[in-house]
Structure formats: structure tokens, C-alpha cells
């Protein structure tokens, strides 16, 4: 999916990060997918050559990655900065408490 | 394109568009829906998609309550796929680029990622999500079929079957004009699969190993049941060969089929045998006349029960015994079977019919009539009433007592005198017999004599309940082997409890079709065989080549053999010896 901003200013995030300790697994994933469907802003994962596009669980869960894998998180859209500590969060912790 | 090698159980050769059954049997429609459907399809998909969420979170709650939280997140989680956006928005996509059925889209879409996933199957977590999406497929055609799942027999062009293996429910409603072709993942040479294919004629190729995932419903695959290949996506010079050979091959049939039935079934000292035909749907009568069979040993009526959303009326059964009977002939036998099933596989049976943890040894068959009297006084009163079309007679199955065969013929004198009493016309001398396939009922086969006017002999099942070995289980079927010497043993004294008591042994299982085992049948004393109608021609030739005491001396020392691959090889080169070509 493409990295188009709507409106507003583009800003664009990159960072790098740990995947989950038990891995990139259907909690994380659905979690992750979730909260991302609830910005504007394209996130994109990428692990190595792969990337997923971070608002569907299906395609997170194909990145594969096992723990401890370095995964590259893009945020791209004008809300991508507030976007950035929550996603990042869910990735970091594993586990994503919805309440 | 991609050859696979499986087991050829069934010969010929087709071509032909795939139709994909899953592991569970889920029928999925290949067809395309019309353009001016692929919103209504889209519709179809959208209102699945929310039922399964509710679900989902219905099962979370549930979960939750009972568990904890812990465990119903994990439930959140399965039910994670339902709420993904893309995935759905991918599956819409292939309704409206292609106008697949929402069934069919959903299966195409989730095989393209179990593919993926197989293709990691080194990575742990590729393995768990396998899973996950098999369930999330499952979960959506589940809903998506609901009461109009679509049956096979609606499939409206000839296909070519695959599948992980059927189950005798699905056969049994297979639309034998549509279907050209058989080839599964699991299964042997004894397998339903098998058996459907020899009853049907078509090609059949089983035990290919793990192709499904490989393959979508509408593929053009080829079935060589010649040779056992599975061949995927052929290349054009493939499809232009396997063409050139099918035609070849349907004239030479023609041929065939014409020359055999003018043979008559008689040894060459002149001993006359009775060759019948083993059908399951009323269609086949016409196959066994085409091949010279004289009449029908076994008419399977399962088919008039599996999966229609009530029990067959009388007048269903009435209908589809009489179809039989006026195509048999007045003068030819009809041995109706009654029903030979477990009571899962009943519509009206859904909900409360108990899992059995052993179906085999479970209700079913005539045990479940005996619990069920309305089902089966239903299907008795039935086939009285077609017998005035013929020389129909009745079977039982799977008697295993002597009490139960009472039973049944009191219930089926019960049948007789109220359709005295309402002044309905049947034949009274409807002759009756039991089938003989479970060891109790061969050890007492001497009192069962008595009481009917005939044996048959299932094989298949004595076979596995003799040697406590399912067939269809890879893993022991070395050990069921209707040539064990346990199995002859009690076929001795089933023939020789028969030929007490003046009754005729029929043998119905595969053995008969069997042109190896001819010499010891015909010498343990049957002089009736039923098989599968494709058989018989080669049953005749090798007949006409025996003599009656020549077989009564292969029984002999059959019977005195220790091991079942002792018999095999002594009547494998027995019968090469007569006819070389038989004994392949």
C-alpha cells in the first residue's frame, strides 16, 4: 500500500524495533492491526525484505518473525506521530491491553 | 505443470475441471456466479463475515467467563481474522474480478495463504497459523452454506472430484452423470473412494499424498487410472496426448462391453453361475445389463438418506425401487439392502444423535432400524410394495445376532399385515436374506440358515471387523487382507452352513469382483456372485476357464494355508496359469 498523505502535512516515521518476546504471533498481529485502522497514516512492517501492511493481521502474521527480530515500523501520514508510541508499544510489550 | 504418482484403483483416463472437496468434506461451488451475481455474492460474503465476528466474540465471552480472560483473548484473537479488513477486501476482490461464488473466493484466497504458510513450514509459528486460517475457511463457508449449502449433485458441469478422501455420505450423493473422476490425498486400494470409482466406471487414483492445497476448484487437472498419476495444470502437449488416449480408449470399451455380454457365466464343466451387479444409485441398473450381469445382488440405498434435510418419504423409496425393478426386468433378481448406515449421517438426526466414540462398532445399520421402527417400517413398507414390479428381495445388514434377524423379520411381518389390512397389493413371498459380514453372525451362521432364504457375503466388512483392521487406516490396511486365513475360515462355514439348509450364498463385498479369488469361491461352494458391474466381464472369462473340482482343490489348500500372503501368491499364480491376464 502506498504512503499517501490525506490532507494535512506528510510526515513520515521510521523506526526500528525488537518484535515481540513470543513473537510476532495472531495477539500482537490482531492488536496491532486494530490500533493502526485507527489512524489516518499508511504503517508499513518490514522484516528484512518483507513488508506487511501493519492494518491487516493477515499480512503482519506473514512477516514470520520469530523473537528478537529487528522489524522496521513506517508510519507515513500527517497523524503518524501520534501513531508512533502506541503502535511501537504494542510490538515492544507483546501483549496489547485493550481496556 | 505437476505429476503425482498415487495408487490406480480404478482405470481410465479423464480430463477435466477440478472440483475441490476440503479435508472436512465442505463442499465448495467452483462454479462463477453470473457477472449481474457478484454484488449479490459480495453481499453474501459481507453478511458471513459479520455472523462469524459475532461469534467470535460470543466465544470470547463465553470463554472468558468460564476460563478467565486469559483464555477468551485467545479467542479475540481467531476471531482476529474476521476483522481484518484486507484479508476480507481480498476475497471481495476475487468475487468481483472473476464472479467466483463468495465459497469458492474464500477457499481460492485462504489456499493462497496455506500455500504460503506451507512453504514456511519451518518457521513454528507458519505451522500454528495453518491452523487459524483452515479454521477462519471453515468458519466462513460454514456460515456462508448454511440451509442452502450447495450439494454436490448441483454441480452443473462434469468434473473431476478431489479430495482428502470421501466418506460414503458424500459419494452417495454424487451426481454419477456429472462426476468423471476421482482422485484423493489419503485412502488405499479398498478404500470407499475405490469402490464408488469401480461402481461408477470411472478413473480413480487414491493415496496421492498432500495435492490439495496445490490445486482450485475449476483447474484443468487429468486423472490416469491407468497408470496413477494426478496430473496438475497439464501443458498443452499433455492435454493434446491424454485426449488422443481417452478417445482410443472409449472406443475400445464400446467393444468390450458388447462381446461380454453375450458371454454366459458357465465353467468349462459346464457349471452355471449366477453373475449379479452391485449398484448404489438407480441409474447403474443400466450399467449391469450393459455388461451382462443378471440382475442386482446389492442395491445400497443410502443414497435415499444422506444429506436431504428430511428422511425419504415412502414414496421416495417406492420410486427409486420400482425405477430399478422396471429396468432390471420381471425376471431378474433385485436385492434391495436395507439401510447400511451410522446415525450421523441423518438430516433429522443433527443435534441429537450422540458422538459415538467408535462408529464402527456403534449404532448404525440395522441396529439403528431396530432403535429407529418408523425409519425403517418406512422403507420396509417401500420395497413390499415395488415387489409386484419384479423379482425384488430383501437383505438386512450387518446382522450380528441371531435376536436381532427375529427381530427384523417380525417388524417386517408387522409391514406385511398392515398392508393386508389397508388393502395394498405386495408380493407375500418376498424372499429374505441377511447379509453375513460380522464373525458372530458367520459362527452361527448354521441358525441364521434357518430363518431366510439367503446368504450374502460383505466381505469388506467381514474382512475388517474379522481382522479388527480399518481399511481406510494406512497404518494397519497391511493387516486387512481378505485372503487371511481367518477370513476363509469363516467363509467356509458360511458356505457350508448354506449349503446345510438348501439356501443360496451369495458373495458381495469386493472379493467377488476379484477375478484372483474366483477359483476359491466357486470352491468353497458359491455359485453367486455380485459385483461392481465393471467386474463381470472379467469374472466371466475367468469362469469359463475353470472346472468345479479343479476350485474345490484350490479351496482345499487355501484353507489349509497359515498366512494370508501365502494364499494371495498361490492364487495369483493359479489363476496366471489359466489366464495370464487375470491375474494382474
Known amino acids: ?16 524495533v525488537a518484535n515481540p518476546p513470543d513473537g510476532l504471533h495472531m495477539r500482537p498481529a490482531t492488536a496491532f492491526a486494530k490500533l493502526a485502522r485507527g489512524f489516518r497514516c499508511a504503517v508499513t512492517v518490514r522484516n528484512g525484505e ?50 | 505443470m505437476e505429476i503425482r504418482r498415487g495408487i490406480a484403483v480404478s482405470p481410465g483416463i479423464a480430463i477435466g475441471p477440478a472440483l475441490v472437496m476440503d479435508t472436512e468434506g465442505v463442499r465448495i461451488r467452483t462454479t462463477s456466479v453470473p457477472p449481474e451475481q457478484a454484488a449479490t455474492e459480495v ?13 467470535a466474540a460470543e466465544k470470547q465471552v463465553a470463554l472468558a467467563e468460564k476460563f478467565g480472560q486469559e483464555i477468551g483473548a485467545i479467542f479475540e484473537a481467531k476471531g482476529g481474522l474476521y476483522q481484518d479488513e484486507h484479508l476480507i477486501a481480498g476475497i471481495e476482490g476475487l468475487i468481483r474480478a472473476h464472479h467466483f461464488s463468495a465459497e469458492y473466493a474464500v477457499s481460492r484466497h485462504i489456499r493462497g495463504v496455506v ?26 463457508l460454514a456460515l456462508l452454506g448454511g440451509d442452502q449449502r450447495t450439494p454436490l449433485p448441483a454441480v452443473a458441469e462434469p468434473v473431476v472430484v478431489l479430495a482428502n478422501d470421501l466418506t460414503p455420505n458424500e459419494t452417495a450423493e454424487l451426481d454419477t452423470n456429472l462426476v468423471h473422476a476421482l482422485a484423493t490425498e489419503s485412502g488405499g486400494s479398498t478404500s470407499h473412494t475405490a469402490i464408488l470409482a469401480g461402481a461408477l466406471e470411472i478413473p480413480a ?40 488416449a481417452r478417445r482410443l480408449e472409449r472406443t475400445k470399451s464400446g467393444e468390450h462391453r458388447v462381446t461380454s455380454r453375450n458371454v454366459p457365466a458357465v465353467t468349462r464343466d459346464g457349471v ?19 455388461r451382462g450381469a443378471e440382475g442386482v445382488g446389492l442395491y445400497r440405498t443410502e443414497f435415499l438418506y444422506v444429506h436431504k434435510s428430511e428422511d425419504p418419504t415412502e414414496e421416495d423409496h417406492f420410486r427409486a425401487y420400482r425405477a430399478v425393478l422396471e429396468e432390471i426386468g420381471p425376471d431378474k433378481p433385485v436385492v434391495v439392502r436395507t439401510l447400511d448406515l451410522g446415525g450421523d449421517k441423518f438430516a433429522n438426526a443433527t443435534g441429537r444423535a450422540a458422538q459415538e466414540k467408535n462408529p464402527f462398532l456403534g449404532l448404525r445399520s440395522v441396529r439403528l432400524c431396530l432403535r429407529n421402527l418408523p425409519l425403517f417400517k418406512t422403507q420396509l413398507r417401500a420395497i413390499l410394495r415395488a415387489s409386484v414390479y419384479g423379482d425384488l428381495r430383501i437383505m438386512f445388514p450387518m446382522i450380528a445376532t441371531v435376536m436381532e434377524l427375529r427381530q427384523c423379520k417380525s417388524i417386517l411381518r408387522e409391514v406385511q399385515e398392515d398392508l393386508e389390512e389397508s388393502g395394498i397389493p405386495f408380493k407375500p413371498d418376498v424372499p429374505v436374506g441377511t447379509m453375513i459380514e460380522v464373525p458372530s453372525a458367520a459362527l452361527v451362521a448354521d441358525v441364521l440358515a434357518k430363518q431366510v432364504n439367503f446368504f450374502s457375503i460383505g466381505t469388506n466388512d467381514l474382512v475388517q471387523y474379522t481382522l479388527a483392521a480399518d481399511r481406510n487406516n494406512e497404518a494397519v490396511a497391511d493387516l486387512y487382507n481378505a485372503a487371511d486365513p481367518a477370513v476363509l475360515r469363516l467363509m467356509d462355514m458360511v458356505t457350508r452352513a ?3 439348509a438348501g439356501i443360496e450364498v451369495n458373495v458381495c463385498g469386493e472379493m467377488s469382483g476379484e477375478p484372483v479369488f474366483a477359483p476359491l469361491l466357486i470352491g468353497l461352494g458359491v455359485r453367486q456372485f455380485s459385483a461392481t458391474p465393471r467386474k463381470i466381464p472379467d469374472i466371466k472369462r475367468v469362469v469359463s476357464k475353470l472346472t468345479v473340482p479343479d476350485c474345490e482343490r484350490v479351496a482345499a489348500e487355501c484353507l489349509r494355508m497359515e498366512t494370508a500372503s501365502e494364499v494371495t501368491r498361490f492364487l495369483r499364480d493359479y489363476t496366471r496359469r489359466i489366464l495370464p491376464e487375470a491375474a494382474d
Open chain 2, 43 to 55: 453481499e453474501r460474503l459481507r453478511a458471513a463475515v459479520s455472523a462469524a465476528q459475532v461469534e
Open chain 2, 498 to 500: 448354506g449349503q446345510a
Open chain 1, 50 to 99: 518483507k513488508a506487511a501492511d501493519g492494518r491487516s493481521p493477515t499480512d503482519l502474521l506473514m512477516l514470520f518473525a520469530p523473537p528478537g527480530t529487528e522489524l522496521v515500523v513506517e508510519l507515513d501520514g500527517e497523524d503518524a506521530d501520534i501513531a508512533l508510541d502506541p503502535l511501537v508499544a504494542i510490538l515492544t510489550a507483546g501483549e496489547y491491553d485493550p481496556a
Open chain 2, 272 to 290: 452355471r453361475l449366477t453373475l449379479l451387479g452391485n449398484i448404489e444409485f438407480p441409474g447403474e441398473a443400466r450399467h449391469c445389463l450393459d
Open chain 1, 1 to 16: 500500500m502506498g504512503a499517501t498523505a490525506v490532507g494535512g502535512t506528510s510526515i513520515r516515521r521510521t523506526v526500528i
Open chain 2, 205 to 244: 487414483v487414491v493415496g496421492v499424498g498432500p495435492f490439495l492445497t496445490d490445486v482450485s476448484g475449476a483447474d484443468v487437472v487429468i486423472v490416469d487410472g491407468n497408470n496413477g498419476y494426478l496430473i496438475l495444470d497439464p501443458d498443452d502437449a499433455t492435454l493434446t496426448r491424454y485426449r488422443e
Open chain 2, 115 to 140: 500455500k504460503r504458510l506451507d512453504a514456511a513450514s519451518h518457521m513454528p509459528q507458519a505451522v500454528r497459523l495453518r491452523g487459524d486460517f483452515i479454521d477462519f475457511e471453515r468458519g466462513l
